[in-house]
């Protein structure tokens, strides 16, 4: 539901700024049925008139305006004492005596909203006696919140860009950060897993640090215009873009403190434009020491030309650590998960690691294409929601999904290629045709509605400003066998709204998956009904004991992240007989190729401690142990 107020302080009469405000505040809520509330604003000490809140209920009324009005603000005086006290308890605040003229005399930074607080008082020693006023310590708040998301009804999602002061870490470690950055450029084959620094890289890092300072010095010499264009490139890519970006401690930079917040990957791709210029440089650098040699060399060019092969040193020792070749693990990823979901399931993700390679293998490789991939930030669109619904609506006769390989037009049908395994209620026909055989409670069987029956005006709608909703209790929204649970002052998306609709319109009709790496089962309030299937949580249409291939798991450290059920059958298949690991995953890999992806390997290891739980909770020794070196060896190589 919208919610909207207007708050005006009873200090002096209403103007036209103040009856524009009200407008657009009034007839916002009014179109989207929601409220529009007024809140007197009489805190402010002896200028409040409290005579003049009746004048401003009168010029509303003048307005045509109606409202529901809600408690003054000097009736929650002791809330708001309440919560600064909590805030003071936890050292978010701080207590300042600086007056107005005493940070004036400061000369301090202007922000747009004026004068910014220098943080005089932070961190001081303040008399009791004097009055004081109470401030929000920035770096400590932001240090509890983590990244600040916001929805704009115009601008749609935002964020906060950290400011350039405080520093999000010491200026020291940033350009530590950026140096290691640097390092990783020319040599990262050579100790590639050690991140910080190692000894066996640093000679090479030095010489093209020097090829390229060399190389800078020739360019500016025989071409200044260019030479200072690509010099003030360079200083604005990498030194100033340290100081405008404005990181948190480096990933794999150690911090003083472990509770340090940290960067949430490494961030070397922003300073590409900036080694692409040193590179050019240490390349002039190398064509400038030829040309050396060569003079030295009674003008021998092709006796200098050794010289040249300092350029392959990049290539020859990154190679190791860049390839890709035989790399099949994102795509492995993908066909696992894709497999893991039951014939026409929803299948709802949370970001780009989990998202674009089941893409890539279901539009490319034609394989899975009857699952429904929902990608829970885009369903806040009304596109993406209008694109699921085409692609979960049932086929009209004689019309075929297959027919195009890129225009949706209906629900895809499920058609397991050569040697994939085969969904089936019989082992026989599995068996018949030389296919690994995952066994469904019951033939198969399409969907028979779309997952969305929604008008496009419904989903223009819900998808717009008016789809944000606050909760003002804990809610219970029934979705068939299905109750899932919201706890109060909880604001629901848009996102949520859809993905509750097709779980209700679905739950019985089509199986609904949560990939494991998501978080979209827990906002949705449905994680006691997740049931594990492999990579995926199956959504169990009614409380997952009825199932008796559910079992609960006992050990209440691992729930956490196997969840609570596991079906071990379809769970044992999946990973011992259907999941691809090619060249030697995990066993053979001294690392991960990617460090933003390095929650992939922990996904399987999920699995493994799900499935080594389920044999200690059945007395099997054997299994056990199978199932924790599986675990061990994904767990090594996560980490």
């Not at 708001?80 to 107005?100: F, K, S, V």
């Not at 030295?296 to 020859?316: C, D, E, T």
């Not at 993406?384 to 949706?408: E, H, M």
């Not at 223009?460 to 944000?468: D, N």
């Amino acid at each position: 539901m919208t919610v909207t107020r207007f708050a005006p302080s009873p200090n002096g009469p209403l103007h036209l700024g103040h009856a524009f405000s009200a407008i657009v505040a009034h007839d916002l809520a009014r179109e989207a049925r929601g409220r529009f509330l007024l809140r007197i604003e009489d805190i402010d000490g002896p200028r409040s008139r409290p005579e003049l809140t009746d004048e401003f209920r009168r010029d509303l009324e003048w307005l045509g305006l109606e409202w529901e009005e809600v408690p003054a603000q000097s009736t929650r005086l002791t809330t708001y004492d309440a919560a600064a006290r909590n805030l003071l308890d936890r050292g978010l605040l701080y207590p300042c005596t600086c007056t107005r003229a005493d940070i004036e005399a400061l000369k301090p930074r202007l922000g747009s909203q004026g004068a910014i607080y220098p943080g005089t008082c932070k961190g001081s020693v303040v008399d009791p006696g004097k009055p004081a006023a109470l401030r929000l310590d920035i770096d400590r708040a932001m240090s509890e919140s983590g990244q600040l998301l916001w929805e704009d009804a115009l601008a749609g999602r935002q964020y906060l860009k950290p400011p350039l002061i405080p520093r999000a870490a010491p200026l020291w470690s940033q350009f530590a950060n950026f140096l290691q950055y640097f390092d990783w450029q020319w040599a990262r084959g050579m100790g590639g897993s050690q991140t910080v620094f190692p000894l066996v890289r640093l000679p090479f890092t030095f010489l093209f640090a020097c090829l390229g300072l060399y190389g800078a010095v020739q360019h500016l010499r025989r071409d200044s215009a260019t030479g200072l264009y690509f010099l003030t490139l360079f200083a604005t890519l990498s030194i100033g873009l340290v100081f405008y970006l404005n990181f948190s401690y480096g990933f794999s930079l150690a911090a003083p403190n472990p509770e340090d917040v940290h960067e949430v990957r490494e961030r070397d791709y922003f300073f590409i434009v900036g080694f692409s210029v040193w590179g050019l440089w240490a390349g002039i650098g190398i064509a400038g020491l030829w040309q050396e040699a060569a003079a030295h060399l009674k003008g021998s060019w092709s006796r200098a030309a050794p010289v040249l092969a300092l350029a392959l040193i990049p290539l020859l020792s990154n190679w190791p650590w860049a390839t890709r070749r035989a790399d099949y693990s994102a795509r492995d990823w993908a066909y696992n998960l894709l497999m893991s979901v039951e014939p026409y399931g929803v299948l709802f993700t949370n970001g780009d690691n989990d998202t674009f390679p089941l893409w890539y293998l279901q539009e490319t490789e034609g394989i899975r294409r009857d699952v429904t991939v929902v990608v829970t930030s885009y369903l806040n669109l009304d596109w993406y929601v209008k694109q699921i619904r085409d692609l979960t609506t049932p086929c009209p006769s004689g019309v075929k999904a297959s027919d195009s390989r890129t225009t949706i037009v209906c629900q895809r049908p499920y058609d397991p290629q050569e040697g994939e395994p085969l969904y089936t209620a019989d082992p026989g026909e599995a068996d018949s045709q030389g296919r690994i055989a995952i066994l469904i409670g019951s033939p198969l069987t399409t969907p028979t509605r779309t997952a969305l029956p929604l008008e496009d005006e419904i989903i223009g709608q819900v998808a717009g400003p008016a789809g944000y909703v606050s909760l003002d209790e804990d809610r219970e929204f029934p979705l068939g066998p299905v109750v899932a649970r919201i706890a109060g002052g909880t604001v629901i998306s848009p996102w949520q709204q859809f993905a509750l609709l097709l779980i209700q319109n679905s739950v019985e009709d089509r199986p609904i998956y949560f990939a494991s790496s998501g978080s979209a089962a827990r906002e949705l309030g449905v994680v006691p009904y997740l049931v594990r299937h492999g990579l995926a949580f199956r959504l169990s249409p009614g409380p997952p004991d009825l199932n008796p291939r559910n079992i609960l798991l006992e050990d209440p450290q691992i729930i956490p992240v196997t969840g609570a059920w596991l079906d071990v059958e379809r769970t044992r298949t999946l990973a011992e007989e259907v999941f691809l690991h090619r060249t030697g995953i995990p066993d053979e890999w001294n690392h991960w190729p990617d460090r933003s992806t390095i929650g992939i390997p922990t996904y399987y290891t999920w699995v493994f401690a799900a499935l080594a739980q389920s044999a200690i909770q059945s007395g099997d020794d054997e299994q056990r142990r199978a199932y924790e070196d599986r675990l061990i060896a994904w767990q090594i190589l996560g980490s």
